[in-house]
């Protein structure tokens, strides 16, 4: 009699327990947003934190059950870890029943001489060496494990240390990598979820471990997710909306925007064009 097939207990929690705050989402967002489609091969990242974990997971069960054949390997960038954690990320790894694909690099290192947007630096950096890596493995899209959160977070760091509205999008078109897609199929899943879910799995996610996470106060965004969460003590739905604001933008609202085949354009031009007059009036002094 051959011997009974091993049961996956980590899958099995996002198929019963799971499935409403994560699966289901996960899946939705891959649905909505087109973000797989035939014949992709897609360079799944794997950091070895929580949220990056998850995503591993759910693309393997996804690839064994979706009917559109497309192609997943499991990339994992040492950006100078130390060896507690390099090992922490191949133990987790082999928990999810993951072999990914290690390459090194110096970012840790060179981030440490950048004094302003570390933060920003560092991710730059960590996308350009993925795109390139997973390209080099004949790979068309990277997926990436930003959840909800994150993207509400995105939102609030553009306006308030930025001066600009932009989100994080569920896909986006690599500037520098010819025919490369950056995706995000856990946009509809909420980090409270991962975190219950990696606490259940027995999992021990490692963080970036970086010198700007090293600090109390954490980087601006985790300065940020600290008032989303005082605002959220008031306001429960406050991630979606701002996520939403993302999708909802009127145009008649704002007072410039800019195209994306063009310069910026001012709302105010329009009032200007319709009544010759009043524009005369702008260059008349008042003071």
Same mark, same amino acid.
């Given at each position: 009699?051959?011997?009974?097939?091993?049961?996956? $207990?980590?899958?099995?929690?996002?198929?019963?327990?799971?499935?409403?705050?994560?699966?289901?989402?996960?899946? *939705?967002?891959?649905?909505?947003?087109?973000?797989?489609?035939?014949?992709?091969?897609?360079?799944?990242?794997?950091?070895?934190?929580?949220?990056?974990?998850?995503? @591993?997971?759910?693309?393997?069960?996804?690839?064994?059950? @979706?009917?559109?054949?497309?192609?997943?390997?499991?990339?994992?960038?040492?950006?100078?870890?130390?060896?507690?954690?390099?090992?922490?990320?191949?133990?987790n790894a082999a928990l999810l029943g993951i072999e990914p694909e290690v390459f090194r690099t110096d970012i840790f290192a060179a981030v440490e001489q950048v004094?302003?947007?570390?933060?920003?630096?560092?991710?730059a950096m960590r996308r350009g060496h993925l795109y390139k890596e997973a390209q080099v493995r004949g790979c068309n899209k990277i997926a990436l494990g930003h959840?909800?959160?994150?993207?509400?977070?995105?939102? %609030?760091?553009? &306006?308030?240390?930025? *001066?600009?509205?932009?989100?994080? %999008?569920?896909?986006?078109?690599?500037?520098?990598?010819? *025919?490369?897609? %950056?995706?995000?199929?856990?946009?509809?899943?909420?980090?409270?979820?991962?975190?219950?879910? @990696?606490?259940?799995?027995?999992?021990?996610?490692?963080?970036?471990?970086?010198?700007?996470?090293?600090?109390?106060?954490?980087?601006?965004?985790?300065?940020?997710?600290?008032?989303?969460a005082e605002l959220e003590k008031e306001q429960p739905n406050t991630v979606d909306n701002i996520v939403a604001a993302s999708s909802r933008v009127d145009l008649?609202?704002?007072?410039?925007?800019?195209? $994306?085949?063009?310069?910026?354009?001012? &709302?105010?031009?329009?009032? @200007?064009?319709?009544? $010759?007059?009043?524009?005369?009036?702008?260059?008349?002094?008042?003071?």
């Amino acid at each position: 009699m051959p011997p009974r097939a091993v049961p996956d $207990p980590i899958a099995h929690s996002l198929t019963t327990r799971f499935r409403e705050t994560i699966f289901s989402p996960f899946v *939705g967002a891959v649905q909505k947003y087109g973000l797989i489609r035939p014949g992709d091969r897609i360079a799944v990242c794997l950091s070895g934190g929580k949220d990056s974990m998850l995503l @591993a997971k759910c693309m393997q069960m996804l690839q064994a059950w @979706a009917r559109i054949p497309f192609e997943v390997i499991y990339l994992s960038m040492d950006p100078g870890y130390a060896p507690q954690d390099a090992a922490m990320l191949l133990k987790n790894a082999a928990l999810l029943g993951i072999e990914p694909e290690v390459f090194r690099t110096d970012i840790f290192a060179a981030v440490e001489q950048v004094r302003l947007s570390p933060c920003h630096v560092c991710a730059a950096m960590r996308r350009g060496h993925l795109y390139k890596e997973a390209q080099v493995r004949g790979c068309n899209k990277i997926a990436l494990g930003h959840h909800r959160d994150d993207a509400a977070e995105t939102v %609030l760091l553009s &306006i308030l240390y930025g *001066g600009q509205f932009q989100a994080m %999008l569920p896909q986006a078109k690599s500037e520098n990598y010819e *025919g490369m897609r %950056l995706i995000r199929p856990l946009y509809f899943v909420r980090e409270k979820a991962v975190r219950a879910w @990696a606490g259940a799995s027995g999992l021990s996610p490692i963080t970036c471990a970086c010198r700007v996470t090293r600090k109390p106060e954490g980087g601006k965004r985790a300065r940020v997710k600290r008032l989303i969460a005082e605002l959220e003590k008031e306001q429960p739905n406050t991630v979606d909306n701002i996520v939403a604001a993302s999708s909802r933008v009127d145009l008649r609202g704002v007072l410039s925007y800019v195209p $994306p085949d063009g310069p910026e354009k001012s &709302i105010m031009d329009d009032f @200007a064009c319709a009544n $010759p007059a009043s524009a005369g009036m702008l260059s008349t002094r008042i003071l």
